[in-house]
């Protein structure tokens, strides 16, 4: 793309002008970034205005995710390097006599998810654009997104995410296009004629749905695909007469009630809250969304819905959004004329469903009392399907009352999601083979044995351009160096870094890189928290959601260990390692917030005591999200992926740390499984129990934690240090409740669910491993490189490919 400096040059001056009255000297770095991005703007506009009519005059196939969350972070890097005119748009920060990275540390992440699969969506997006594939977000417009993390005297403190406090540059509202949704009310039928009968819902609260749009522009071409998000609002403001009788508090409240639904992202990343305004957040951005699509499919493919499946398909990111499935039914039936199996027809061959998860506790459930009195109509349809379900089963499996149990749609006084999703969505999919296997064979078992077909694996992936090209400069000109350009667009090309791995001029270059990322995020940390670490010492990164399966429990309590052995014996003088954690605990989650205060009270300990003398150090960074990432992957030398086996889905973190030359240390569980696969099991750190032998244990109810304190009394004093006085006496009774989980099981839980235990002392060898073969530098250089020069697979590009080819079948569609 060129890039007119003089026209950049005046766009932003205009724009300082216009929308704040000032000159260029009077503005702040804020009112740059401002500028800056709203002229940045201007010049996505056309090529987003023209795609949108190439689509349009195409009539072309799209996919639409849909999704409840979208975790975008920052958007000027990427949208800068994405069309290529970042250097430009840096010197003429520069002729201004200013510094790009003061500019671009104004914006604020746009953080619309908890994590994951959060994250995978925004990945989804870039890759869909890059590969010229006319594909879409819908969600929602959260007004506070994942919340701020603070630690105060160690502990966990939530602060709202007020992220729209300045206007968001990138965003476009649309309320011409604006819809509405109805909660509640009573369904009235109506004999047609014709023996059909009408439905319609009376008495129903109305709550407008207005869009607002966010460009996703692709890398190095013209495609600009559009993330939509609802707000929600009250279609009557606030209530003129009983304001005039003075009632103020009940005027608003109908306003406050239907803008309540967009407000805030519910940060739990597990587990159904079973909330009622989360399930009219789900059904507000459904309804919208479908509204929208079938609206357009009327405009421009043309007036017959039974051609919708054609021209339109809808990924379901999780069951967050799979009330699609009887909002569309209602919609061809009740606003549309269609028959039950008509609709159903086309609704089967419109979604597709991804499952992210194999804990079987978290999978979402409703209770049918809250479904019925918030969703009238759509209870009916769910009953309806789940009737006509029920049926075949009883055909299909006659006397296995068991199995027709399990499977029903509407069971113990709940609507289980997972199981509507499945029945009518064409594909089904995990996030990585060993997740989809577990999928198969134990936890979605039935329905595997009922539809085969439908089962598939897309391994995850993530996206090279925000966390390469973005975030890593350094390497990413290091790679282009060796296998040219083109990696950007095509990861597997950096397999041709392979010849490199013994070339130790390219082994000590690499080297330099990561030492130089390391200083950076050591002045950084520096300057904004006023923490210290050593960039010479091994980084060994563990940032991720806290969560009890994640094991970050297991990791502090190695730390404990390695503090005793270095107290006990002075003569012990490994390579200095600082020990980085940085995770958000859902804030109901007690457990996982005590976690939290054991790393801080420890890391208090260990970097505190002089006779350490720096060969640990501990550090919890605050308010871990996407920006922060960006600067600890590339800085990282090993990468802690620990959870418990057959319990973590995929992980995309483990992606982005090989992506930048961090050396795997995990279990065989999720995408590590395959990433080791790729890089070879001599360069990764590999350990602990298999998903098989957890399976076997659990079932056999043979596993005893205390068996492995009797055996390590090393690991038995760690564990006694949570309980015998060590730390401060504020702390005795949150610790002492990690030391029974573990030890006792409590709250009618079996004693260390996770299996910390038993996998302690292989996590320890691990750790032994490691710093033996970081001793050798060179070797060590090796291992790094070819993590990264096998990382090809993890592009969420080829994730997207098989997506495309397998389930969403689309053309390319270029300008
Ligand atoms: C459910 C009900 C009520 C409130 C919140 C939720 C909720 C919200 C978010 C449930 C789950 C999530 C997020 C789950 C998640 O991020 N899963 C991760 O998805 C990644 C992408 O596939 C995988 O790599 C991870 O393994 C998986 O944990």
Redesign the pocket.
Known sequence: MKFDKEQFKSSIENRLKRQYGKSLDEATPHDIYDAVAASVMEIIQGNWMNYRKVCRDKKSRQVYYLS??FLMGRAMGNNLINLGIKDGVASVLKEFGMDYNLIEDQETDTGLG?????R?AACFLDSLATLEYPGHGYGIRYRYGMFEQHIENGYQVEYPDNWLSHRDPWEIKRPDLAVKVLFGGNVVSEQLPNGKTLYKIVNAEEVTATPYDMPIVGFDTKVVNRLRLWEASSPNGFDLQLFNDMKYLQAVEKQNNAENISRVL?P??????GKTL?LKQQYFFVSASLQDMIAYHKRVIGKDLTKFPEYNVVQLN?T?PVIAIPELMRILMDENGFGWDDAWNIVTKTFAYTN??ILAE?L?KWPIDIFESLLPRIYQIVTEINRRFCDSLRTKFPGDWKKQQRMAIVGDGMIRMAWLAIVGCFSVNG?AALHTEILKKIELADWYELYPEKFNNKT?GVTQRRWLVCANPELSEFITKRVGPGWEKDLSKLSALEKYSDDPESLDEFMRIKHSNKKKLADFLKDTQNIFIDPDSIFDVHIKRLHEYKRQLLNILHIMYLYNRILEDPSFDPIPRTFIFGAKAASGYRRAKSIIKLINTVADRVNNDYRVRGRIRVIFVPNYRVSLAEKLFPASDVSEQISTAGK?????GNMKFMLNGAVTLGTMD?ANIEIVAEAGKENAFIFGLTAEEIQKIDSEHSYNPQDYLARNPKLASVLSQLIDGTFESSTQAIFRELYDSLVYGIEGQRPDVYYVLADFDAYVEAHEKILEAYADKRKWAKMALLNVARAGKFSSDRTIEEYVNDIWKLKKVSL
């Open positions: 409840a969350e908890n994590g994951g699969l959060g995978l519910y739990n990343d597990s587990g159904p809250s989360r999780d967050h992210h998860t978290a979402e996030v995850n973590e889905a995929s992980g995309t999720g």
